[in-house]
């Protein structure tokens, strides 16, 4: 539909090269001021490049996204959780960290960049190794380090809005959160550096997203133990992990102004017995 439109320049490259590649080839070949990555199971809101756009006015700004969503929610249990999980990353996570200007991960189904500052790092995000070969995975989080590292901020724009296809089955969602959580790891590593230049808040931030799974990781094998070599259930840790969940789905409630947001407590199964 777009091939003969003089506005549209179509890059066909001669076979898959993995999206970094793709990004770094098309960022090379453009001209303008912001580029915006949109993966291809993404569909945007009318309104979002403005509303990217106008943040970036500040040339302070290196980076900014928009606020995702499951565009299949309706189809599944599982697409209903993943939903209430985007809202919760955006409106808590992202949003917090914008309150200080370096959102973490820009997510790559909807980020916009200022090209000046693309071009000075796509040395570094071309080279990345991870255990001695090419990266191949993690490519929003580690751009967005770059650019914190560059000294830009990275901020949140929540009504810019994207919708983008989900899992529908729990085997693609467990290897795709597997994938995430091998980046969120490894580029915390790269973000220790940064952190002392950064509000205080984001290293208790980085600092809970990383260690907070291994601490319920602990305690879910310390139950699991003790119910094993003692026979006895360890209600502790069970009424601890529960009141968690209650709170934080009844604030999310709360906020979002939606009763299903209740429903996410069923993501905990999930995270305990499988994600963990």
């Not at 509303?51 to 500040?58: E, G, H, T, Y």
């Not at 906020?255 to 947001?261: D, G, M, S």
Request: aromatic fraction near 8%.
């Amino acid at each position: 539909a777009f091939a003969g439109d003089p506005r549209f320049n179509f890059i066909l490259l001669d076979k898959n090269v993995g999206k970094r590649k793709a990004q770094i080839v098309a960022i090379r070949r453009s001209s303008g001021d912001l580029v915006l990555n949109v993966d291809s199971d993404t569909t945007l809101a009318s309104d979002v490049v403005a509303k990217l756009s106008r943040k970036m006015q500040d040339p302070a700004v290196g980076a900014a996204m928009g606020q995702l969503a499951a565009s299949n929610r309706s189809d599944t249990w599982l697409t209903r959780l993943i939903d209430m999980e985007y809202w919760l990353a955006c409106n808590e996570e992202r949003a917090a960290q914008a309150r200080f200007g370096a959102v973490m991960c820009c997510c790559g189904p909807c980020a916009m960049y200022r090209r000046s500052a693309l071009v000075l790092l796509l040395d570094q995000y071309e080279t990345q190794l991870f255990r001695g070969k090419p990266s191949d995975f993690g490519e929003d989080r580690h751009l967005t380090i770059l650019m914190l590292k560059a000294g830009l901020r990275t901020e949140y724009v929540p009504d810019a809005i994207a919708a983008t296809i989900v899992p529908d089955r729990l085997g693609p969602y467990l290897r795709q959160q597997l994938r995430w959580a091998r980046s969120t790891f490894r580029d915390t590593l790269l973000a220790l550096r940064l952190l002392p230049s950064l509000d205080r808040y984001l290293t208790l931030d980085v600092v809970g997203q990383n260690l907070g799974p291994l601490l319920l990781a602990l305690s879910v094998l310390a139950g699991l133990a003790q119910f094993a070599l003692k026979g006895t259930v360890p209600w502790s840790a069970v009424l601890m992990i529960a009141s968690m969940t209650i709170i934080r789905c009844s604030v999310a409630a709360f906020r979002a102004r939606q009763l299903r947001f209740l429903g996410f407590s069923l993501h905990t199964f999930i995270n305990v017995f499988l994600l963990l």
